[in-house]
């Protein structure tokens, strides 16, 4: 068995012996005769359990040693027995200020020492005990803390990752989730959230569009008006969105994120039309900064909005009651002096926005055929890619009236060839036009609307007049040859007029107003 080891420490050999004799058959003694021999011992690596020490010493008494002992680190919870003939309060005092843990007086009872060392022992002992066992837990929670952390970082890359599968399909979508995230995490810090909030608050804003992931092509990258039908598919992502979400995270308000964040207090947003108390307040910040980002950021189908007018139409939504004055006023304090679009997403390697620009491209052409349709003249409109130099433009359109007929005569498939080959006379001759009178790519082109061709023109009307004129030659060659009737038509547009509407006025169809889902 090992016995806990005693130092100790008195000139009066007498004294010395006496301890030792009591004490040595139940402990290991080690005695010295002044308090310098004491700390040359434990600087060699001596680490008693417990030290008696004489108070009256020369060159060094008990009350120095004993403070000497508690400033070092390694000895400062060694428990020191004062042993002496003083027996003043005040002396006793001092002792156990400088850290002490009990006094003795001489002459010493045996049975009083045994138990005043006996006791302290196992205080000491109790002691160490404790602080393994605190030590423990508290490694044991700094290794759980860790594990929450990294865990913490993998959900929130995990989040990162279904932003940009989003990106897959939608480069923009996903960097406004970016910064519609920064925008309410902001505002959130604003408000007073707590950290738990905040995150919740910023993960279901990486994700709050992912529904859009099921929208189609058509209607997801559609730069012009969104028609009845159009609106109704895009509505559905904050369902899809939510629906993916409900049920699958502790917290239930990232699925509320996604679902909710275009639903307006008074009623008016979709999908659910849920009103003020329904909405949760988290989603209160997110239906703010949602609008301003989709306002404010360049797309390529809209220019980009000022911060001023954008707030302004946001204040206008709280005094209609869609939102909260209180977050509007909250999102102007964070953007005075931070701009959202400093953020960009940054793609991982460049294929993204190759097929991105393949996708946008095939979108903006005809099914089967190698013309642009019209949507791209809205999309170019949209990014302020047209001149509008001149107050008006043009739109001519070769109307292929009983194209129906023909199919019926000749199938459709040679009625297909044949409106392809037309095109290509008319592309030849726009090209010509381009060429001889050095006009500007975009003031000039042709395209593709369903079996009609369009032609968008910029250029002065006599030479516009001069290529329909010879479009119709082409028009008449081809009555000749296939018995196919078309007529060319101009009209012409105040160049503020947007391309949406002109063309509204030509075919005489009805959309609904502009503006896809932020
Ligand atoms: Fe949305
Ligand atoms: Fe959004």
Redesign the pocket.
């Known amino acids: 068995m090992v016995h806990e080891t005693i130092l100790i420490v008195d000139d009066d050999e007498v004294v010395s012996r006496f301890l030792h004799g009591v004490l040595s058959p139940l402990y290991s003694i080690v005695s010295v005769y002044s308090a310098f021999e004491a700390l040359i011992l434990i600087d060699q690596g001596l680490k008693p359990d417990l030290i008696l020490s004489d108070l009256m010493m020369p060159e060094m008494d008990g009350y120095e040693f004993c403070s000497r002992l508690k400033q070092d680190e390694r000895t400062k919870d060694i428990p020191i027995i004062m042993v002496t003939a003083l027996s003043q309060p005040q002396q006793e005092e001092k002792g156990l200020i400088l850290g002490a843990a009990d006094y003795i007086s001489k002459p010493v009872r045996v049975e009083l020492l045994k138990a005043r060392v006996k006791t302290h022992l196992q205080l000491k002992a109790y002691r160490e005990h404790l602080q393994a066992l605190l030590e423990s837990k508290t490694h044991q929670l700094i290794d759980s803390q860790k594990e929450l952390c990294a865990k913490a970082i993998e959900v929130r890359h995990l989040f990162e990752t279904m932003g940009e599968l989003l990106a897959s399909r939608d480069h923009y979508?996903s960097e406004h989730a970016l910064r519609v995230a920064a925008i309410s995490v902001r505002m959130g810090r604003e408000v007073g959230l707590g950290s738990k909030d905040l995150e919740i608050l910023e993960l279901g804003c990486l994700v709050?569009?992912i529904?859009?992931v099921a929208i189609p092509d058509d209607v997801l990258l559609k730069p012009g008006r969104f028609d009845k039908e159009d609106r109704q598919i895009m509505e559905y992502?904050?369902l899809i969105g939510g629906q993916l979400f409900t049920d699958r995270f502790a917290d239930g308000r990232l699925a509320l994120i996604i679902r909710q964040?275009?639903e307006r207090l008074d009623g008016s947003g979709y999908p659910d039309g849920a009103t003020g108390d329904e909405i949760d307040d988290l989603v209160k910040i997110v239906m703010v900064a949602?609008v301003y980002e989709a306002l404010v950021a360049r797309r390529p189908y809209k220019q980009p909005m000022s911060r001023e007018k954008a707030l302004s139409i946001l204040r206008e939504d709280a005094d209609q009651g869609k939102c909260l004055d209180s977050m509007v006023r909250i999102l102007e304090k964070v953007t005075i002096d931070w701009d959202p679009l400093q953020i960009h997403l940054d793609l991982a390697s460049g294929y993204l926005s190759s097929l991105e620009l393949f996708r946008r491209k095939t979108y903006f052409r005809e099914p089967l055929s190698d013309f642009y349709n019209y949507r791209y003249l809205a999309a170019l409109e949209g990014a302020g890619g047209l001149c509008r130099e001149s107050q008006h433009y043009h739109i001519v359109k070769a109307d292929f009236n009983e194209l129906k007929e023909l199919n019926c005569r000749i199938g459709y498939a040679k009625a297909d060839t044949i409106l392809d080959q037309i095109g290509h006379f008319f592309h030849n001759l726009v090209e010509d036009t381009l060429l001889e009178y050095a006009i500007p790519i975009n003031a000039l082109m042709l395209l593709r609307r369903g079996s009609d061709y369009l032609i968008y023109s910029e250029i002065d009307p006599v030479i516009l007049e001069k290529l329909a004129g010879a479009c119709r030659e082409v028009l008449a060659e081809s009555s000749r040859q296939w018995e196919i009737k078309a007529t060319i038509s101009i009209a012409c547009f105040a160049k503020g007029k947007r391309v949406d509407d002109a063309l509204e006025e030509i075919y005489g169809y009805h959309n609904e107003p502009a503006g896809g889902?932020?």
Do not use: I, L
């Open positions: 979508t709050h569009d529904g859009k992502h904050p964040h275009h949602d889902a932020p």
